[in-house]
Every structure is written in structure tokens, then in C-alpha cells.
């Protein structure tokens, strides 16, 4: 017990701690810094962090101009990190929610095209980052090439993926949910599969469509699956890094910039420890509250453990 | 409520046939218990009436209509399942009303068939529970009240109480039999236990390997088999079978002894046959009657004595209700009653009646 607990105090709770630590210090590479109080947070998040919050995402939703009274490339951050999140995850449930009920269908070839869905999950991922970089490159894209020839796009036509802000930021999540699909999908396959049949067939008897079928009887059963693979989608999500830098290294403009890359990038290349683990720090909020979220969520299932009698 | 009339019905999975012409005709209010061996075809019949297996030939017809191609919530039937099905994220008032619920009925409707069925199966306090909250046998009557809710043309029970303890069988078979004198509704019961078959049914349908055997009220199953495997599968313990030839009126065993036959049993003289003898037909004779057998175990039940007995190599049991407890080895003499003997052809099991 003693050294296991000692075991997990050193490896995890040390870097942790350190991380935290170091964001209270001016620290920078090769020289040990002294405490400086909340100076980074009141730098990075302003006087007003509230303000800033809604300020930025009405700046970039709706194009006001309003002033910010912390980083403006910090609060940017924020907003991606939050856009990314949430709207790659959004599409990955979908898909492979989507995937899951069709792979779970009888069809000739089920185990090669259910191996052929984990493909995207087993490449490494930068190994993947790299394959987006030429699908996405200005000049050479599949994509372009494919539009071209369905006529979609003219001859000389080009999309530059990675170089305009809104494209980057389409760029990158449909990387990431290209990524992200086949873990949801198994692992959604893998519930429907421990539902029994003989529900479904009760259900038709009861007169269900197929849709009703899924509303009332698949859809909930998944429930208590979907939140814990939703919960750990999106924290996957929200600490995405390697991706985003091969792929755009945070631009163009910073608008793909998320917390993890501009934490890397003020506190590692940039030599200014302090903010980047400030940075860093600032996201155990976030993700505090997505684990609170589906903790809740998961809590309310009385039909499946537990006792109690209501 | 309807007629169900099944008219040589076929099904096949891939290339393999495994219903090979059924015809059954099921009265209105009729309760129709399917029997036969495991593997025999029962739950494929239920399910191409239910809707969830497809007809390969032949036609269903439910009421006056044809339904080969009805999709199963059109049929209007409800089922029962081995396993009850009950939808594990609902409560019992759910699980209850969700056909209703489906069907968009108003809600104090809704309310009000789901009590009274509730009160029919002694739910009543139970309605706010989950499915994994109650009892096996509680389970059961919640499947059952899904189905009573629902008001069918035909009622369908695939085989819903061999998850049960023996006991609570026998209560809950009392209970469903009780339900359908009740409730009425045309029903068909699929069961392996025949004791079940014959405690319940107005109707029996003996079932083996994809055919129809015979179909006729339980006692006429019982006393009247057409065949072999009838007689066998019917009764319990199983009727005695004894393999021999016909000879002057009587029948010869293969140890040469000699057991008159009833009046008007035909058989041609010198005909191979097989006797068929119900254990309960047995009695103990003295010297000169019946024929001789050795006893190899005694069973006392208490209210009656099994006694397995060999004449020559066919074995065969005979049950007394007097308290006889001969020795193991032991020799004695059994004769069966003369009017309940069943004569069958040797090669082909077919009764032979005159
Ligand atoms: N989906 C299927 N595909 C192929 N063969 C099947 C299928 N379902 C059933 N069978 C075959 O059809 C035959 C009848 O099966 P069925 O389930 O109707 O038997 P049963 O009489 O209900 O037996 P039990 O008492 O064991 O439930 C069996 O030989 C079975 O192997
Ligand atoms: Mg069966």
C-alpha cells in the first residue's frame, strides 16, 4: 500500500504539483524564478476574467471589437480550445453513434469492415498529422483534386486549408474527428452489443418503428456507455496537442492556437515557464467541470445499479 | 380476438428446411400449448406468427386476414419471452404501458388498462419499480401484464416459465390458466414440459423435427396416440414399449409369453408390432397371469411406488399405488389392463386401430 501510494505521489501528483508551483513563479528556462503571487493569471486571464470570457466569444462569433483587459491571444486560445471541443465532439458522437448502429447491422464482411473502422485509431498520430498535412496542402490535396473533378471547384482553383482561419479551424477538426470516430463507434458497437435482442423484438411486437425502437429502447440503454466515452472524447479533445501542431503550429493569426499549444509554446520555446504553466493550469477547471458533468449524468441511472426501491 | 389458421407452413434458413409443412387451426378463445423436443420447431412457428421470422411458404392467416407479409405490429399479438424482455430502463408502469404509450393512447386510458392489469396479476405495488427490483416470478407477471394490456387478437408464450423453480411452475401455471379463463384470448403456449401441455391446453399440438404429429385434446392424446413418439412424449412417467408379433388375438413378447389383447384391437396374425403399455396400467398378478419381469430399482415416492423392471432386455416401469417394495432382482409378475393397451407397427410406429 505505503509504496504504492509513494509510487503515485512521485509520478503523478510531483508533476502536477511542480506544474502548479511553477505558474505562482517567473520561472524561465535554466534559471529557477521567484514567487510572484497570481501576476501570471492576472496577466494571462486580465482583472476581469468573466468579461473577458463572454468578450472574446462575442468577438469572435459575432465580430464585435470589444477590449480585452487580459492576453487577448490567451482568451483566443480559450475560444478554440472551447470551439474545437465542443464541435469535434458533437461530430464524433454523431458518427460514430452512426457507425456503431450500422456496423452492429448483419452484413457480409462485418469483421473486415469493423477492423477497417479502427484504422484512423491504430495509425499514430502523427503519423496521421503528417497525412492531413498533404491532404490539406494548398497545392497538392486530394480534396482539391476530387472537388476539381466533380466539378465542384474550376481547374486552376485552390482552397488554402491551412492558411485561412476559418478553413484552418474546419482543417483541424475534421482531422480530429477523422481521428476520434473509431474509438466512439467501437465502443458504442460494443454497448449495442449487450443489449438483447429479444428487447428489440418485444419492442416491434409492441408496435415500434424502427426509429421509436432507437429513441425508447437503444438510446437510453447506451446512456450510461455514451456519457463514459463521451466524457473521456472530450477531455482527449480539449488537451489535443500534437495534431494541431503539426498540422498549423497554432495559425495562421492564432486561430487555431489551443491552451495545450500555446502553453507549449510561451512556456517551452518561449522560455517563459511561468505563463505556460499558468496556461496549462487554467485548463484543470474546464476539465473539472466536463468530468463533473457526465459524473452527474452517469449518477442518475437507478434502473442499472444500485439499490433503493424508487 | 380472432382465429389463427396455419396452412402448411414452411420455413427454411438458407437451404436448411426446418418447419416442413405445419397446418394447425386455432379457435377463437382457443388455448393451443405447442409441444415437443428441444430443437423440435416450436419457437420458429411462434415467431413466424409473431411477425419476427419471415414465412417461406404456406399461409398464416389471423382472424379472416392473410398475414405472411404483415409486419409484426400489424399483426396485433402480443408475446411473452423466455426471458421476459422487460425493458430494463423502465418501471413497471412503463414497461406496461409503453404499447399503449407507442399507439399515442390517451393518458387516463393509458392509466387505466395498466391498473386493472396490475390488479389482475397482483402488481399493484410494484408498478414503481425497475425490472432488476423484482423476483423472477414477479418478472414474469409484469410480462404477462404487458401483454394483457395490450388487448391482443392473440396471445403468444414462448416457453415462460423454464426459468422458474419448479414450485413457483406449478403456482404460475395454475395462475396463467386462471388468467385465460379470465381474460379469454385466443393463446398458443410453447413448452417442452408436457406436463404443462397437459395441465393446460384445450388443444395440444405434439411437434417433432419440422412436423406436426398430432394434434387433439390432452386425454386424447393421452388415451388415443396416432403414433409412437406420441405415446412416448405424452404421460409421464413414458409409456412401455414391447416389441413382438401378433398370434392368435394375443400378443407374443420377444420371451415367448403371451398377453391377450382387448377386443377389437387389429392386427394381422404374425405381424411384427410394438405394445405400448402406460406404467399406470400395470398391476401385480400372481403365478399364471401376465408375464414375467426383474425388478432393478424400486422408487417409493410416497404416494405411489415407480418400480423399473426388465422383461428380457426391454425395460420397462410400472407405477402401483399399493405400497409393494420387492427386492431388486427379485421376479414377479405384471399384467396390463386390456382395454388400455396400444398396439403400433413395427417398422413404420403408426397406431394400428381396427
Ligand atoms: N436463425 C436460425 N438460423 C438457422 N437455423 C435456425 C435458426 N433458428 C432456429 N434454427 C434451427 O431451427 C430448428 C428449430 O429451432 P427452434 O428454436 O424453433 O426450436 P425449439 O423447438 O424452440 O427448441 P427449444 O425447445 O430448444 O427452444 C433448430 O434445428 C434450429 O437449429
Ligand atoms: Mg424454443
Redesign the pocket.
Known amino acids: 500500500m505505503l509504496p504504492a501510494a509513494a509510487f503515485l505521489l512521485l509520478f503523478l501528483a510531483y508533476p502536477l504539483g511542480l506544474g502548479v508551483y511553477l505558474s505562482f513563479t517567473d520561472a524561465r528556462v535554466g534559471r529557477a524564478g521567484s514567487w510572484v503571487g497570481l501576476e501570471n493569471y492576472e496577466f494571462l486571464a486580465g482583472k476581469n476574467p468573466l468579461w473577458d470570457f463572454f468578450a472574446i466569444i462575442s468577438n469572435e462569433v459575432v465580430g464585435t471589437k470589444y477590449e480585452l483587459t487580459g492576453d487577448p491571444v490567451f482568451w483566443l486560445s480559450v475560444f478554440n480550445t472551447l470551439l474545437y471541443t465542443v464541435v469535434a465532439s458533437a461530430l464524433k458522437f454523431a458518427i460514430g453513434l452512426y457507425l456503431a448502429l450500422l456496423l452492429n447491422r448483419h452484413m457480409p464482411f462485418k469483421a473486415i469492415i469493423r477492423a477497417v473502422v479502427l484504422v484512423p485509431f491504430i495509425v499514430p498520430t502523427v503519423l496521421s498529422a503528417i497525412a492531413f498535412w498533404w491532404i490539406f496542402d494548398t497545392n497538392f490535396s486530394i480534396l482539391t483534386w476530387m472537388l476539381r473533378s466533380i466539378g465542384v471547384l474550376g481547374e486552376k482553383e485552390v482552397i488554402n486549408y491551412l492558411g485561412d482561419p476559418l478553413n484552418a479551424r474546419a482543417s483541424v477538426i475534421f482531422a480530429n474527428v477523422w481521428r476520434g470516430v473509431p474509438f466512439i463507434a467501437i465502443t458504442l458497437l460494443a454497448g449495442l452489443q449487450t443489449v438483447s435482442p429479444s428487447l428489440y423484438e418485444a419492442a416491434t411486437i409492441d408496435g415500434a418503428s424502427r426509429w421509436q425502437i432507437f429513441r425508447y429502447i437503444t438510446y437510453p440503454l447506451l446512456t450510461p456507455i455514451i456519457a463514459v466515452v463521451m466524457t473521456f472524447s472530450v477531455l482527449f479533445t480539449f488537451t489535443d496537442f500534437q495534431l494541431i501542431w503539426v498540422l498549423t503550429r497554432g495559425g495562421p493569426f492564432n486561430s487555431t492556437h489551443l491552451m495545450a499549444t500555446l502553453s507549449y509554446q510561451s512556456g517551452i520555446l518561449g522560455g517563459r515557464l511561468g505563463d505556460g504553466a499558468a496556461i496549462s493550469t487554467a485548463m484543470i477547471p474546464f476539465l473539472l467541470a466536463a468530468i463533473m458533468f457526465s459524473w452527474f449524468g452517469l449518477q442518475r441511472r437507478k434502473w442499472q445499479h444500485g439499490e433503493g426501491n424508487d | 380476438m380472432a382465429s389463427v389458421t396455419i396452412d402448411d407452413v414452411r420455413?427454411s434458413?438458407?437451404v436448411?428446411e426446418?418447419?416442413h409443412g405445419v397446418s394447425i387451426d386455432i379457435e377463437d378463445g382457443e388455448f393451443v400449448v405447442?409441444v415437443?423436443?428441444?430443437?423440435?420447431?416450436?419457437?420458429?412457428?411462434?415467431?413466424m406468427i409473431a411477425g419476427l421470422?419471415s414465412i417461406t411458404a404456406g399461409a398464416l392467416k389471423i382472424g379472416s386476414r392473410i398475414v405472411n407479409n404483415a409486419p409484426a405490429k400489424e399483426r396485433d399479438i402480443a408475446m411473452v419471452f423466455?426471458n421476459y424482455a422487460l425493458y430494463p430502463h423502465m418501471k413497471v408502469y412503463d414497461n406496461m404501458a409503453f404499447s399503449m404509450k407507442l399507439r399515442k393512447a390517451p393518458k387516463d386510458e393509458i392509466d387505466k388498462r395498466v391498473r386493472a392489469a396490475a390488479e389482475i396479476l397482483g402488481l399493484d405495488q410494484l408498478l414503481d419499480r425497475y425490472p432488476r427490483q423484482l423476483s423472477g416470478g414477479q418478472r414474469q407477471r409484469v410480462a404477462m401484464g404487458r401483454a394483457i394490456v395490450r388487448d391482443p387478437q392473440v396471445f403468444l408464450f414462448?416457453?415462460p416459465l423454464s426459468n422458474l423453480d419448479a414450485k413457483l411452475r406449478v403456482a404460475m401455471r395454475t395462475e396463467i390458466k386462471a388468467l385465460h379463463q379470465r381474460v379469454g384470448g385466443t393463446t398458443i403456449y410453447?413448452?417442452?414440459d408436457q406436463i404443462e401441455a397437459m395441465t393446460m391446453a384445450d388443444k395440444i399440438v405434439v411437434?417433432q423435427g419440422?412436423y406436426v404429429e398430432q394434434i387433439g385434446a390432452p386425454l386424447e392424446l393421452y388415451d388415443r396416440p396416432d403414433n409412437m413418439f406420441v405415446a412416448g412424449f405424452i404421460g409421464s412417467p413414458a409409456m412401455n414399449f414391447l416389441r413382438g408379433r401378433v398370434q392368435g388375438g394375443a400378443f407374443i413378447t420377444a420371451m415367448d409369453e403371451r398377453i391377450p389383447l382387448g377386443a377389437g384391437m387389429g392386427a394381422d396374425e404374425g405381424r411384427e408390432v410394438v405394445l405400448g403399455v402406460r406404467p399406470e396400467h400395470l398391476t401385480l398378478v400372481g403365478e399364471g397371469q401376465g408375464f414375467g419381469v426383474d425388478v432393478v430399482v424400486t422408487e417409493p415416492t410416497g404416494s405411489e411406488v415407480q418400480i423399473v423392471a426388465k422383461h428380457g432386455a426391454e425395460e420397462l416401469i410400472a407405477v402401483f399405488r399399493e405400497r409393494h417394495q420387492p427386492a431388486v432382482g427379485e421376479r414377479m409378475r405384471v399384467a396390463p389392463d386390456p382395454s388400455q393397451l396400444h398396439l403400433f407397427d413395427g417398422e413404420t410406429g403408426r397406431a394400428l386401430r381396427a
Open positions: 420455413k434458413f438458407g436448411v426446418v418447419i405447442l415437443g423436443p428441444s430443437g423440435c420447431g416450436k419457437s420458429t412457428l411462434l415467431r421470422e423466455q414462448d416457453e410453447v413448452t417442452h411437434m419440422g
